[in-house]
């Protein structure tokens, strides 16, 4: 996956595809091509398909058009960011088998079994990819007497399981491309006299402002006098166009105001994403062949040691919790920086888990590689295929975030929750030591855990309004207990990161340590409390902070009324000790962020989307630089 641009009209294709993937790059990619019916006098009708592929940057590609250029006014392009195989020109799309040629977002869930059948009927692979299949499959359909692209492409989706975004060339029909969507955007661009189609609007607006939207279970057939939409069975679809009035600029972000923001509320999808082709709910399992630790390894694993800086650190802090509680064995949280320098004794047995979101990060490789010169066993988790840290490792755990802008991470932070819960609930069904119904009860409660982050992500509005009634302050605390333990260092890293105030996290039972000191009337204090294991400890906590007149802001569970009751502000009352009747205000309303009631595995992914838009909101407010603040890179890769 990443960047979609398909041309059909009356203009030479290739420079147009070109520019609209250029107007793609914001969302990253490693590899790039098109695909273009040229004419070709020796071919079956007179014309033919030509790829042009080349790994690296869009300057790269088109030196590649510069020795083979390719001619043709119908035509497909696409930018890719690894899911499956590593980044090369065999790996990069468009991918084609016999006449056709097929480019692809999303991810194939039964894609191993459908190469296996394939396989097994004498079908040979170019490359390690899933898109590969769906090239295949279409050309089987052709083959098997399908007379229209578009019959093809429906009855090879018939027997794909997975999100995607497809658009498809067939040579045997040279003006016209096929398109469809499930879980994976796709937008039809509609202009005069052509039409075109895109993963995202920037792609388009140079040609057209008037746009379809391609619902999941579509399939459009694009020609230059229009779109026919269909279903998967083949009943007609109407939609209207509609009319964008984005600036390009706008349009990169998706009408976010920040990329930060539109990277928030992809959280759900890009959790869907990394859960995908990888959950047996049936069963209670987690399929972990791409991990490189089988049953019998994960068997011997006696310590684990999580190595991870900054942003990552805190989501390998609360792997640990998963990984103790749920596969039993001794997990450490390492900060990648310190690793190499301590001289750390590593044995047999030992597992170092490297938590990047780039892949790339200095410290964490660097440590990676001390572990390995002392034997150790590495995997990787991370969100860039083939990125130096999982080269450097042993097995690699996938996210599959997909590109991520701002510089403040938000959606690799739950892909990363979800990869090690995954990780765990793996382990532990591997040492038998996780009953399958636990382990189905945590799988069920993941795959709902999308849903219920929109229904937190719904509630914006309410954590707008916090921020800002305390945009003023210049200090805050952020406490949690078990997994809202690393929620709250997350939320205070997020926040000092946007927005330059300062914040620091704690464990709630170390407040009495220390950080209790610092409360008063002017210190706001955020508290993780949802309904789990540790609430009423917690609870005791926020107890002694309101007793100190803190400024509390509860994460809390929705219809919490001891936590509302607790931080509405009492009416006045009289000498007598009655209610007092007065033209005073009404006591304001209490500053809870509240999210759905949730297995306690999974409220990690739900009570850190409020932090996430407390700290983004009140950067906004200040008005600090959202997606680049000062000092910081997105890829730290200098120790």
Same mark, same amino acid.
């Given at each position: 996956?990443?960047?979609?641009?398909?041309?059909?009209?009356?203009?030479?294709?290739?420079?147009?595809?070109?520019?609209?993937?250029?107007?793609?790059?914001?969302?990253?990619?490693?590899?790039?091509? =098109?695909?273009?019916?040229?004419?070709?006098?020796?071919?079956?009708?007179?014309?033919?398909?030509?790829?042009?592929?080349?790994?690296?940057?869009?300057?790269?590609?088109?030196?590649?058009?510069?020795?083979?250029?390719?001619?043709?006014?119908?035509?497909?392009?696409?930018?890719?960011?690894?899911?499956?195989?590593?980044?090369?020109?065999?790996?990069?799309?468009?991918?084609?088998?016999?006449?056709?040629?097929?480019?692809?977002?999303?991810?194939?869930?039964?894609?191993?079994? @459908? *190469?296996?059948?394939?396989?097994?009927?004498?079908?040979?692979?170019?490359?390690?990819?899933?898109?590969?299949?769906?090239? +295949?499959?279409? !050309?089987?359909?052709?083959?098997?007497?399908?007379?229209?692209?578009?019959? !093809?492409?429906?009855?090879?989706?018939? *027997?794909?399981?997975?999100?995607?975004?497809?658009?498809?060339?067939?040579?045997?029909?040279?003006?016209?491309?096929?398109?469809?969507?499930?879980?994976?955007?796709?937008?039809?661009?509609?202009?005069?006299?052509?039409?075109?189609?895109?993963?995202?609007?920037?792609?388009?607006?140079?040609?057209?402002?008037?746009?379809?939207?391609?619902?999941?279970?579509?399939? !459009?057939?694009?020609?230059?006098?229009?779109?026919?939409?269909?279903?998967?069975?083949?009943?007609?679809?109407?939609?209207?166009?509609?009319?964008?009035?984005?600036?390009?600029?706008?349009?990169?972000?998706?009408?976010?105001?920040?990329?930060?923001?539109?990277?928030?509320?992809?959280?759900?999808?890009?959790?869907?994403?990394?859960?995908?082709?990888?959950?047996?709910?049936?069963?209670?399992?987690?399929?972990?062949?791409?991990?490189?630790?089988?049953?019998?390894?994960?068997?011997?694993?006696?310590?684990?040691?999580?190595?991870?800086?900054?942003?990552?650190?805190?989501?390998?802090?609360?792997?640990?919790?998963?990984?103790?509680?749920?596969?039993?064995?001794?997990?450490?949280?390492?900060?990648?920086?310190?690793? *190499?320098?301590?001289?750390?004794?590593?044995?047999?047995?030992?597992?170092?888990?490297?938590?990047?979101?780039?892949?790339?990060?200095?410290?964490?490789?660097?440590?990676?590689?001390?572990?390995?010169?002392?034997?150790?066993?590495?995997?990787?988790?991370?969100?860039?295929?083939?990125?130096?840290?999982?080269?450097?490792?042993?097995?690699?755990?996938?996210? +599959?975030?997909?590109?991520?802008?701002?510089?403040?991470?938000?959606?690799?932070?739950?892909?990363?929750?979800?990869?090690?819960? =995954?990780?765990?609930?793996?382990?532990?069904?591997?040492?038998?030591?996780?009953?399958?119904?636990?382990? *189905?009860?945590?799988?069920?409660?993941?795959?709902?855990?999308?849903?219920?982050?929109?229904?937190?992500?719904?509630?914006?509005?309410?954590?707008?309004?916090?921020?800002?009634?305390? @945009?003023? !302050?210049?200090?805050?605390?952020? =406490?949690?207990?078990?997994?809202?333990?690393?929620?709250?260092?997350?939320?205070?890293?997020?926040?000092?990161?946007?927005?330059?105030?300062?914040?620091?996290?704690?464990?709630?039972?170390?407040?009495?340590?220390?950080?209790?000191?610092?409360?008063?009337?002017?210190?706001?204090?955020?508290?993780?409390?949802?309904?789990?294991? +540790?609430?009423?400890?917690?609870?005791?906590?926020?107890?002694?902070?309101?007793?100190?007149?803190?400024?509390?802001?509860?994460?809390?569970?929705?219809?919490?009324?001891?936590?509302?009751? =607790?931080?509405?502000?009492?009416?006045?009352?009289?000498?007598?000790?009655?209610?007092?009747?007065?033209?005073?205000?009404?006591?304001?309303?209490?500053?809870?962020?509240?999210?759905?009631?949730?297995?306690?595995?999974?409220?990690?992914?739900?009570?850190?989307?409020?932090?996430?838009?407390?700290?983004?909101?009140?950067?906004?407010?200040?008005?600090?630089?959202?997606?680049?603040?000062?000092?910081?890179?997105?890829?730290?890769?200098?120790?």
């Amino acid at each position: 996956m990443c960047g979609i641009v398909g041309y059909v009209g009356g203009k030479d294709c290739a420079p147009i595809l070109v520019e609209g993937l250029r107007r793609l790059e914001y969302r990253g990619y490693d590899s790039a091509g =098109l695909a273009v019916h040229t004419r070709a006098p020796s071919a079956p009708g007179g014309h033919g398909i030509e790829i042009v592929r080349a790994v690296g940057k869009l300057a790269n590609l088109e030196v590649a058009l510069q020795k083979h250029p390719l001619v043709g006014t119908t035509g497909i392009g696409h930018t890719r960011w690894a899911t499956h195989g590593k980044p090369s020109e065999v790996n990069a799309h468009p991918h084609a088998a016999g006449k056709v040629a097929v480019v692809h977002n999303g991810i194939i869930e039964n894609h191993a079994a @459908l *190469r296996r059948e394939l396989q097994s009927q004498g079908v040979r692979f170019a490359s390690d990819t899933d898109t590969e299949i769906a090239a +295949h499959l279409i !050309a089987e359909a052709l083959r098997d007497g399908a007379t229209r692209l578009a019959d !093809a492409v429906r009855t090879a989706l018939a *027997r794909v399981r997975g999100a995607y975004a497809l658009a498809v060339l067939w040579a045997d029909s040279p003006d016209e491309i096929v398109v469809a969507k499930a879980d994976s955007p796709l937008v039809l661009g509609l202009g005069d006299g052509e039409m075109l189609c895109a993963s995202d609007i920037p792609a388009l607006l140079a040609h057209t402002r008037d746009v379809v939207f391609l619902q999941d279970g579509e399939v !459009a057939t694009l020609t230059r006098r229009g779109a026919e939409i269909t279903t998967l069975d083949g009943t007609p679809v109407q939609r209207a166009s509609k009319r964008i009035d984005w600036s390009p600029t706008q349009a990169e972000k998706g009408g976010y105001k920040h990329f930060m923001l539109k990277e928030i509320h992809e959280q759900p999808r890009a959790v869907e994403d990394t859960l995908r082709g990888r959950v047996d709910l049936v069963n209670g399992e987690v399929f972990g062949g791409e991990m490189g630790i089988d049953p019998e390894l994960a068997k011997k694993v006696k310590r684990i040691y999580l190595v991870a800086c900054g942003t990552s650190s805190h989501a390998a802090m609360a792997g640990r919790y998963w990984i103790e509680q749920l596969a039993r064995i001794p997990a450490v949280v390492e900060i990648g920086s310190e690793v *190499r320098y301590r001289d750390p004794v590593f044995g047999e047995g030992d597992l170092v888990v490297a938590v990047s979101q780039s892949g790339e990060t200095a410290d964490t490789l660097a440590a990676v590689k001390t572990a390995k010169a002392k034997g150790a066993r590495v995997l990787a988790v991370a969100n860039v295929i083939d990125s130096a840290i999982p080269r450097a490792s042993d097995g690699a755990l996938y996210t +599959h975030a997909g590109p991520e802008i701002g510089v403040a991470s938000t959606k690799c932070f739950t892909t990363q929750l979800v990869a090690l819960l =995954l990780f765990a609930v793996y382990l532990g069904r591997c040492r038998g030591v996780l009953s399958q119904d636990e382990a *189905r009860r945590i799988l069920e409660a993941l795959t709902r855990c999308p849903q219920q982050m929109r229904d937190v992500l719904a509630r914006a509005d309410d954590v707008r309004f916090v921020a800002k009634k305390h @945009l003023r !302050a210049l200090h805050m605390l952020f =406490l949690g207990r078990g997994t809202g333990f690393p929620i709250a260092l997350e939320g205070a890293l997020k926040l000092k990161e946007i927005s330059y105030i300062h914040a620091e996290g704690y464990a709630a039972g170390e407040m009495k340590h220390g950080p209790i000191a610092l409360i008063d009337e002017d210190m706001p204090v955020v508290i993780v409390v949802p309904r789990d294991s +540790h609430y009423e400890k917690t609870f005791s906590n926020m107890q002694e902070v309101e007793a100190r007149a803190g400024q509390i802001i509860a994460v809390c569970t929705e219809g919490d009324t001891d936590v509302r009751a =607790l931080l509405t502000p009492k009416a006045p009352t009289s000498a007598r000790g009655g209610a007092r009747r007065s033209s005073m205000p009404p006591p304001q309303e209490a500053d809870m962020l509240e999210i759905p009631d949730a297995a306690p595995e999974v409220l990690p992914l739900l009570t850190v989307i409020p932090l996430q838009l407390l700290a983004y909101y009140m950067a906004d407010f200040k008005g600090t630089d959202v997606d680049q603040p000062r000092n910081l890179a997105k890829t730290v890769t200098v120790e």
